[in-house]
């Protein structure tokens, strides 16, 4: 696509990020636009991509999303923008083509043409912070099927003598109700490696990942990656090989970079 820009819209359940660009070393990237209701919100990132002359945009959305009508699901927590055809409004308003995937997918996209697992075909990006979702790659493409994963909603055992319900609205004690960042302020985490490494441990010996990029805000807690490191290799017991974990190598970017890359 030569040095054409292309636009980036990752689509978060507290902030919109808007960009244009070819790459992280060619990147515009608008103010963080706060996620309001739908019209207020798409009216100011429609406002952003006015007049750039953009045609394509990709979009990494919060979920649950309707990849087939590119539309956010009607399950959202997200209680104003349940069944929003987000793909569609953007499309139409800018007249651009639209790629549109979860925020996660996107982010397991941007690492991997840029970040921590280039030249990696096996791999799991997971996002801990307000909620946690996962991306997999499995030998060279996003995993999709029925719908998309939605690994933060695993069920996990629980600690003993853990008497903390859980913060999921759905399913209360699953990994994002245990291990969120919204668990983990009501909880005081002081079983969060434990959860977490419970639920590697699940993905790892379904999908057998070379790497697992551990994202979001929850992991930039000091010792939380190693203390996880060291807690799965413990439940593995040796049956299957650890994958390695890392830290995003686009940090705060690889949302919207993973956007930007859905439609290169």
Not at 100 to 128: C, K, M, P, S
Not at 167 to 186: F, K, T, W, Y
Not at 193 to 216: E, F
Not at 228 to 252: H, I, M, N
Request: hydrophobic letters at 45%; aromatic letters at 4%; charged letters at 20%.
């Amino acid at each position: 696509m030569g040095t054409a820009l292309v636009g980036a819209i990752e689509a978060g359940g507290t902030k919109f990020i808007c960009a244009v660009g070819t790459g992280p070393a060619d990147l515009e990237v608008s103010p963080p636009i706060p996620t309001r209701s739908p019209e207020e919100t798409l009216r100011d990132v429609i406002a952003f991509f006015a007049g750039r002359g953009v045609k394509k945009i990709g979009i990494g959305c919060f979920g649950p999303v309707d990849l087939e009508r590119a539309a956010i699901t009607k399950t959202t927590p997200k209680l104003d923008w349940r069944g929003v055809p987000i793909g569609t409004i953007i499309q139409r308003a800018l007249d651009v083509k639209v790629a549109i995937d979860t925020d996660v997918n996107a982010a397991a996209l941007g690492e991997h043409r840029w970040g921590a697992v280039q030249g990696i075909d096996d791999f799991v990006y997971l996002t801990v912070g307000t909620g946690i979702g996962g991306g997999a790659m499995v030998n060279g493409r996003l995993a999709r099927g029925l719908a998309h994963p939605e690994m933060g909603h695993l069920r996990l055992p629980r600690v003993k003598g853990d008497r903390f319900k859980g913060v999921c609205p759905l399913h209360g004690d699953c990994l994002e109700g245990m291990a969120s960042g919204p668990a983990v302020a009501a909880s005081g985490g002081a079983y969060e490696a434990d959860y977490l490494a419970w639920a590697l441990m699940n993905i790892t010996c379904t999908l057998s990942p070379k790497m697992i990029v551990m994202g979001g805000g929850v992991m930039k807690t000091k010792g939380l990656i190693e203390a996880v490191r060291v807690k799965l290799k413990q439940e593995l017991r040796g049956y299957v090989p650890a994958p390695k974990l890392v830290r995003p190598k686009l940090g705060d970017r690889a949302g919207v970079l993973g956007s930007l890359a859905l439609v290169l």
